[in-house]
């Protein structure tokens, strides 16, 4: 399989390396009602972090989810159709499925995604950081979804 292979493996291993996101997201969901209680500072700052970090985890943790085929998929419809034919559908359905509209969202979010990229657009109630990368989750994901449709199909062995 080749440079597929390495696609493959690539995509694997910044979903692995993107699970941790979920402690720094815990952590800040936890730590937001005594920010704001307690010590009256930073809690605005910490929903901020935690909304794009939320963002980056949600767009690996999708793909993550297509990979181990634990979406509700071909099963809940085909349980009684042959090993074969489920793998088919699989396979094709979610092609026909995602790849157009992986398509469709990398076209329509791209121009916006890169204007708030290069503007380092700030989140619009508080003026923090970091909104763009939210925006940049978004386009991941659909770049992601779309790569994991293509390797899907080219996949030999499932």
């Known amino acids: 399989m080749g440079w597929l292979g ?57 793909t993550f989810a297509t990979r181990e085929r634990a979406h509700l998929a071909v099963d809940a419809i085909a349980h009684d159709y042959p090993a074969r034919l489920r793998t088919a ?30 503007a380092l657009e700030r989140f619009p109630d508080t003026f923090n950081p970091g909104y763009f990368i939210i925006k940049l989750a978004a386009l991941l994901l659909a770049l992601l979804a779309l790569v994991q449709a293509l390797l899907d199909v080219a996949r030999r062995d499932h």
């Open 6 to 62: 390495g696609v493959d493996r690539a995509v694997g291993r910044l979903i692995m390396a993107g699970r941790w996101l979920v402690l720094p997201v815990v952590l800040i969901l936890f730590l937001q009602w005594p920010l704001r209680d307690f010590v009256r500072w930073g809690s605005r700052e910490a929903n901020d972090l935690g909304q794009w970090l939320f963002a980056l985890y949600v767009s690996l943790a999708m």
């Open 89 to 118: 559908i699989g396979r094709w359905g979610g092609f026909a499925c995602v790849t157009p509209w992986a398509i469709f969202m990398i076209w329509t979010v791209g121009p916006t995604v890169s204007r708030s990229v290069l």
